[in-house]
T-cell receptor, first 116, second 112 residues
Framework: GAGVSQSPSNKVTEKGKDVELRCDPI?????LYWYRQRLGQGLEFLIY????????KSGLPSDRFSAERTGESVSTLTIQRTQQEDSAVYLC??????????????FGEGSWLTVV | GEDVEQSLFLSVREGDSSVINCTYT??????LYWYKQEPGAGLQLLTY?????DMKQDQRLTVLLNKKDKHLSLRIADTQTGDSAIYFC????????????FGAGTRLFVKA
């Protein structure tokens, strides 16, 4: 697609429920990222996929968080047994590794998650 | 470790220059970036600099990199009210991959 697409754009869920957030990266981009941005805060790195390499999961805050990516396309971030502190904007981004300008990252609009 | 630090707030008068500073810890950074986030909008790339450069100029924007001190700055000349936003410093780490770490962002307020 023309840009990084995320769905849902907004999600309100009850504490304890599981949620899935989806990301469609820019076609042909080999790298895909998930970040979390709490209200008024900076970007918190969660996970990074690059081609067929093992993902860098070092930013996932707990074992309730997991992410998958199918080849070099769609990714799903799953949060199990959601807690109120999970409320944030979850930003997906993609990049074409090796292009001029290094690793310019293109962001989606984010999925706003509210846990009540 | 991987860490990017920025001051949280900066306030300037319209027409003055703004200087936003950033420090990073990872010496294997390949590229360093400045992203802009306007209220209610997503992040957009402003400019970037390769780690073997020490300066890059792009219209009103000047990026200075001091690799020895691991210090990056963004200067905005003739700051306008439309420049009010959050500015994120970011570094791409390593040569085999491009894991990108962001700072917490600097909120720039421009007073008319």
């Amino acid at each position: 697609g023309a840009g990084v697409s995320q769905s849902p754009s907004n999600k309100v869920t009850e504490k304890g429920k599981d949620v899935e957030l989806r990301c469609d990266p820019i076609s042909g981009h080999t790298a895909l990222y998930w970040y979390r941005q709490r209200l008024g805060q900076g970007l918190e790195f969660l996970i990074y996929f690059q081609g067929n390499s093992a993902p860098d999961k070092s930013g996932l805050p707990s074992d309730r968080f997991s992410a998958e990516r199918t080849g070099e396309s769609v990714s799903t971030l799953t949060i199990q047994r959601t807690q109120q502190e999970d409320s944030a904007v979850y930003l997906c981004a993609s990049s074409l590794v090796g292009q001029a300008g290094g690793n310019t990252i293109y962001f989606g609009e984010g999925s706003w998650l509210t846990v009540v | 470790g991987e860490d990017v630090e920025q001051s949280l707030f900066l306030s300037v008068r319209e027409g003055d220059s703004s200087v936003i500073n950033c420090t990073y810890t990872d010496s294997s950074s390949t590229y360093l970036y400045w992203y802009k986030q306007e209220p209610g909008a997503g992040l957009q790339l402003l400019t970037y600099i390769f780690s073997n450069m020490d300066m890059k100029q792009d219209q009103r924007l000047t990026v200075l990199l001091n690799k020895k001190d691991k210090h990056l700055s963004l200067r905005i000349a003739d700051t306008q009210t439309g420049d009010s936003a959050i500015y994120f410093c970011a570094e791409s780490i390593g040569t085999g991959g491009f894991k990108t770490i962001f700072g917490a962002g600097t909120r720039l307020f421009v007073k008319a």
